[in-house]
């Protein structure tokens, strides 16, 4: 597929996704979003694809919705839309529950790991695409904002429920409201983001971290945890262990665990199927 603000690469087991309108600090379009929807069903359907990481072209992630969008809806009043209620439907998704099925909240949904590797600014729209990935790795020179409450808007797509899961009930009120710039380190230290790596090796780094993923764990059983931790924020514990039982009985017959024991034991590296 031709992608118009997206550019995606595949490599090594990993699918590098990254949003390409660098002189607007890769503002959120429609297009973009349609475009990271088709990208994120590819990825996760493909066999060659272990590990997604989505990034910013430039020096920015994403700095939100384009303003030009923005400002045609202040002057009409509305989005004249009804294209964002619309639930996302991933193929070969995890069919986690429609919480996750959302214009923002489905990357939860592909059935690999996501990481977002936060190069630049990310606010607003931007901070909240960045929390739905499975990791978020930041550069030292990465920015957040919520920017909402500078804007007249409100929490939106999710983010009043996510950021606290992440970051605690007084961070995310302070961040929501405040609406103030925090810089890598502080992201860090609230948990927003999982590492800080030095901007001139920043995509290395990360890209590492990926590689090392995508060659060394099983395929199968990072899709299963995926699905499993995502469907326990909506179950309490003795159903988590009730479904944690059940897989675990069905990976004792696939032939990923039985080429885990094996590299183990013939100290190799592994050559997981995904099976």
């Given at each position: 597929?031709?992608?118009?603000?997206?550019?995606?690469?595949?490599?090594?087991?990993?699918?590098?996704?990254t949003m390409n309108r660098p002189e607007k600090l890769n503002?959120?379009?429609?297009?973009?979003?349609?475009?990271?929807?088709?990208?994120?069903?590819?990825?996760?359907?493909?066999?060659?694809?272990?590990?997604?990481i989505l990034t910013g072209a430039g020096r920015g992630f994403c700095a939100g919705a384009d303003m030009d969008s923005l400002s045609g809806i202040s002057d009409s009043g509305s989005s004249g839309s009804n294209q964002s209620l619309r639930p996302v439907e991933i193929e070969e998704g995890l069919n986690l529950p429609m919480d996750f099925?959302?214009?923002?909240s489905y990357f939860p949904q592909v059935p690999k790991p996501v990481i977002a590797a936060i190069n630049g600014?990310?606010?607003?729209?931007?901070?909240?695409?960045?929390l739905y990935a499975d990791m978020r790795f930041a550069s030292e020179n990465a920015k957040f904002?919520?920017?909402?409450?500078?804007?007249?808007?409100?929490a939106e797509h999710g983010i009043s429920w996510m950021l606290p899961e992440l970051v605690g009930l007084s961070n995310a009120l302070d961040l929501l409201m405040s609406s103030r710039l925090i810089d890598a380190e502080e992201a860090l230290h609230m948990g927003l983001v999982n590492k800080v790596f030095p901007a001139d090796s920043f995509m290395d780094d990360v890209k590492a971290y990926a590689e090392e993923m995508a060659r060394f764990v099983s395929?199968?059983?990072?899709?299963?945890?995926?699905?499993?931790?995502?469907?326990a924020l909506f179950q309490n514990l003795a159903e988590a262990i009730g479904t944690g039982n059940e897989e675990m009985v069905r990976s004792f017959t696939t032939e990923d665990f039985k080429e885990g024991v094996a590299?183990?034991?013939?100290?190799?590296?592994?050559k997981f199927t995904g099976h």
């Amino acid at each position: 597929m031709a992608y118009e603000e997206i550019l995606m690469d595949v490599g090594d087991g990993i699918a590098t996704i990254t949003m390409n309108r660098p002189e607007k600090l890769n503002a959120w379009t429609g297009t973009m979003a349609e475009e990271i929807q088709a990208a994120m069903t590819d990825a996760g359907q493909r066999a060659d694809v272990r590990v997604v990481i989505l990034t910013g072209a430039g020096r920015g992630f994403c700095a939100g919705a384009d303003m030009d969008s923005l400002s045609g809806i202040s002057d009409s009043g509305s989005s004249g839309s009804n294209q964002s209620l619309r639930p996302v439907e991933i193929e070969e998704g995890l069919n986690l529950p429609m919480d996750f099925r959302q214009r923002v909240s489905y990357f939860p949904q592909v059935p690999k790991p996501v990481i977002a590797a936060i190069n630049g600014p990310a606010a607003g729209l931007g901070l909240v695409m960045s929390l739905y990935a499975d990791m978020r790795f930041a550069s030292e020179n990465a920015k957040f904002m919520t920017a909402f409450a500078k804007r007249g808007l409100i929490a939106e797509h999710g983010i009043s429920w996510m950021l606290p899961e992440l970051v605690g009930l007084s961070n995310a009120l302070d961040l929501l409201m405040s609406s103030r710039l925090i810089d890598a380190e502080e992201a860090l230290h609230m948990g927003l983001v999982n590492k800080v790596f030095p901007a001139d090796s920043f995509m290395d780094d990360v890209k590492a971290y990926a590689e090392e993923m995508a060659r060394f764990v099983s395929p199968r059983s990072t899709k299963v945890m995926k699905r499993q931790v995502y469907n326990a924020l909506f179950q309490n514990l003795a159903e988590a262990i009730g479904t944690g039982n059940e897989e675990m009985v069905r990976s004792f017959t696939t032939e990923d665990f039985k080429e885990g024991v094996a590299h183990f034991v013939e100290k190799r590296h592994p050559k997981f199927t995904g099976h």
